[in-house]
């Protein structure tokens, strides 16, 4: 198993500079930033100086303590002495980050090879070269030079640091955060495999999300997938797709990207959600983090905009999803809190002057409807009456929470993205928000395959 990188008691940083502008310095001030950190941080740098008030040795020899990861910074030029160095030190694990190998040239492939050799040889694993680190939230662990990502249940591999990078910063927008985070690099020893076995056991990763681009054991890989798949989702996205994204994989990490029909006919018989673009990617973790899988398929919807319900409609369809059926118990239920102008029909549109009441009663009595399984609640948010941008969004939430949040309750706030009291009110309350048709249709079709997924896998 991996997990020693994750939990690590020494770590030593080689190649840690005062110099802001260096890969070395990033990695340092990322470590040291989290004062809550139980892992010892020793600083290695040829120039001996005071790093951060922390003593600097010339080498990682120097060090007495026992070092369980050694991450490794220096160019790719004088990477050989180090590498001996953590081999006779008897690290546990090593980190390289230095780039330059195998996505360069042959002669950086063949330097590679002879590193993982050396870890053959000794059975001191490495990640590596060619990526950004590691992170562990639950111990406050940013083994890497990017940002440290928002704390949530989702853990994430990535054959790109930078994707691993932008995703941290939807994943705040949208208050879904991270667990662990890998990026392997160009992978010479430890692999996606290795670390998709470990987040499986991992108490703290609910949900698994990989950018990959590449694929070297793909039978061992769909099958790590299918154990997975039965205790947690698993959302990926492909890089790589199109003959121009090959070619850019292919010069990225140094591998040739995997065919992407080949890749979707493999990863269709897993169960895993293999999401067509970044935007879906970001909706699906975000679904996951907060939504509970559906006991059926029938969709109620409520709106105080026929458009936004309209446009709702045609995506369902697209998606086929089922919308269900009002019956006359369902009717007399509702007619009570809506004026007789209201027509008693799936979408019901309960036109503009619906208010944070009328959303209250309504999404509370949908959802404690048997016939309805998924509730839907678009809104635009009107300019007039005097209404709260987040008016609407309370009444919604608060019979969500009345209910006991045992349905998935899809709010559809159409492109109210920028109204801030509405995102604090979300973040408060530890619900989302979907803006647009596609976004909100997209959660309810992954739910629901999901809940497929898992009563097939009840029968088997």
Not at 425 to 445: C, L, Q, W
């Given at each position: 198993m991996v997990s020693f990188f994750f939990y690590p008691k020494t770590i030593a940083v080689i190649g840690a500079t005062n110099n802001p502008k260096k890969f070395g310095n990033a990695v340092t001030v990322n470590l040291l930033n989290n004062k809550n950190l139980k892992s010892q941080v020793f600083l290695v740098s040829h120039k001996g100086q005071e790093i951060g008030g922390l003593r600097t040795y010339k080498s990682i020899l120097e060090i007495q303590s026992e070092i369980d990861i050694a991450i490794i910074l220096v160019p790719a030029k004088v990477i050989d002495d180090v590498i001996d160095q953590c081999l006779k030190k008897k690290v546990k694990g090593i980190i390289i980050?230095?780039?330059?190998?195998?996505?360069?040239?042959?002669?950086?492939?063949?330097?590679?090879?002879?590193?993982?050799?050396?870890?053959?040889?000794?059975?001191?694993?490495?990640?590596?070269?060619?990526?950004?680190?590691?992170?562990?939230?639950?111990?406050?662990?940013?083994?890497?030079?990017?940002?440290?990502?928002?704390?949530?249940?989702?853990?994430?591999?990535?054959?790109?640091?930078?994707?691993?990078?932008?995703?941290?910063?939807?994943?705040?927008?949208?208050?879904?955060?991270?667990?662990?985070?890998?990026?392997?690099?160009?992978?010479?020893?430890?692999?996606?495999?290795?670390?998709?076995?470990?987040?499986?056991?991992?108490?703290?990763?609910?949900?698994?999300?990989?950018?990959?681009?590449?694929?070297?054991?793909?039978?061992?890989?769909?099958?790590?997938?299918?154990?997975?798949?039965?205790?947690?989702?698993?959302?990926?996205?492909?890089?790589?797709?199109?003959?121009?994204?090959?070619?850019?994989a292919s010069s990225h990490t140094g591998s040739i990207a995997t065919n992407y029909k080949m890749f979707k006919t493999s990863l269709k018989q897993t169960g895993v959600v293999l999401c067509e673009n970044v935007n879906d990617f970001i909706t699906a973790l975000k679904t996951f983090s907060y939504l509970p899988i559906p006991e059926g398929e029938r969709i109620g919807v409520l709106t105080n905009s026929g458009g936004s319900s309209v446009l709702f409609s045609d995506k369902a369809e697209g998606f086929n999803l089922s919308m269900a059926e009002f019956s006359d118990e369902f009717k007399a239920k509702i007619s009570p809190y809506l004026i007789p102008l209201v027509k008693l029909v799936n979408p019901l549109d309960m036109i503009g002057g619906a208010n944070e009441s009328t959303y209250y009663n309504i999404t509370k009595i949908m959802l404690e409807e048997p016939t309805i399984d998924i509730v839907v609640a678009c809104v635009v948010i009107p300019p007039f009456l005097k209404m709260k941008s987040d008016e609407h969004y309370r009444g919604i939430i608060r019979a969500w929470n009345d209910t006991g949040?045992?349905?998935?309750?899809?709010?559809?706030?159409?492109?109210?993205?920028?109204?801030?009291?509405?995102?604090?009110?979300?973040?408060?309350?530890?619900?989302?928000?979907?803006?647009?048709?596609?976004?909100?249709?997209?959660?309810?079709?992954?739910?629901?395959?999901?809940?497929?997924?898992?009563?097939?896998?009840?029968?088997?």
């Open positions: 980050i230095t780039a330059g190998f195998g996505e360069i040239d042959e002669e950086g492939k063949k330097k590679e090879q002879e590193i993982a050799l050396k870890s053959d040889n000794t059975g001191i694993r490495i990640i590596g070269p060619n990526c950004v680190g590691l992170q562990n939230l639950d111990i406050g662990l940013n083994a890497s030079f990017i940002q440290t990502a928002p704390i949530g249940n989702i853990s994430m591999i990535s054959q790109s640091g930078s994707f691993g990078c932008a995703s941290f910063y939807a994943m705040e927008r949208e208050y879904i955060g991270c667990s662990k985070f890998a990026n392997i690099g160009n992978s010479i020893d430890v692999s996606f495999n290795e670390i998709l076995e470990y987040f499986k056991t991992d108490q703290n990763t609910r949900i698994i999300s990989i950018y990959m681009e590449t694929i070297e054991s793909g039978k061992e890989f769909v099958k790590i997938l299918k154990e997975i798949i039965r205790i947690k989702p698993i959302v990926v996205l492909k890089g790589g797709r199109t003959n121009y994204g090959m070619k850019a949040r045992k349905k998935p309750l899809i709010p559809l706030l159409m492109f109210s993205e920028d109204f801030i009291i509405l995102r604090e009110h979300s973040k408060r309350e530890k619900s989302t928000i979907f803006f647009t048709p596609h976004d909100a249709a997209y959660a309810i079709r992954i739910l629901i395959e999901r809940m497929k997924l898992l009563k097939k896998l009840e029968r088997l």
